[in-house]
């Protein structure tokens, strides 16, 4: 199955689905024809026909019954009445790919059919500029075409690595919820650049820009981290005082807190937290 002559149907028209169909199109990967999503919220459906140009419904078994693929992306916590709504349609015999946080490929499996083709995949929203980073598992039935057929969707948006479906709550708590790590350390950047009475424009332009930066520097030169930081940090200086501060505030600590808190509440959506 190509991913450019398949058609694929998102259940839940949210933010992510937005992200990744809106990377999809931007990419050229795929036609908007060939696109269907559903929502039980209007305004979501609207946004898709009019504003994205694809066909948006309220029915899932009907949206996802004309697709090749089926990409599950509601909230966790009512992804069992959606597979229950599913369960009994052709549904069962496409692939299902989930990108729900937490929940196994068994629980798919056991909702729709033991038979059923699911791949779990855990993106994020820079997908919507063709920038997400997503990790995938395959569940006992998926064969090799399927997995590639959802590497093949997440990585027309972004960077795609398989893993095995046990470290996925840790690359939720890792990627998934990453980015907004990053806005959080964004918005605190710009606040005390404000209150130093730095222009708007400015600094969200230097801020970025850095951010950018500092990501890029350490992917092109392959240092870690802490090497890259320590040639910031002049002795005596103003990244020293800078740094001081945050260990003081135990930020380091509290990150890595802040990831196995995600990871947590990731096997606590699977119901075996
Ligand atoms: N937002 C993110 O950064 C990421 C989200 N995810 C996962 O993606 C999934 C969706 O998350 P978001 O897009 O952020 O949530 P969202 O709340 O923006 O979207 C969910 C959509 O599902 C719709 N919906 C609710 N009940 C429905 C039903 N019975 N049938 C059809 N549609 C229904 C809602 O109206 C809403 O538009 C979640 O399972 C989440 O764990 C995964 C990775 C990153
Ligand atoms: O917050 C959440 O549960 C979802 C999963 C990863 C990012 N957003």
Redesign the pocket.
Known sequence: MKLQDSNIAF????????AIVRGLLDAGEVEAGRICV????PG?RALFSESIGVEALED?RAAAESADAVLL????Q??G??LE?LSGSPVEDKLVIS?????RTRTIEEGLRARTRVVRV????PALIGRGAAAYAAGRAATEADTAFAAAVMQSVGVAVPMGEEALDAV?ALS??G?AYVFYLLEAMLDAAKTMGLPDPESRKLALATVKGAADLMGESGEDAAVLRARVTSPGGTTEAALGELERAGVKDAVIRAMHAAEQRSKELAGDG
């Open positions: 259940i839940g028209a949210g933010n992510m689905t937005e559903s929502d039980v919220d979501r899932n992306a509601v909230k966790p009512i992804l009445s959606v709504e990108i729900a946080a937490g929940v855990m993106p994020n929203t939720t998934g919820s980015p």
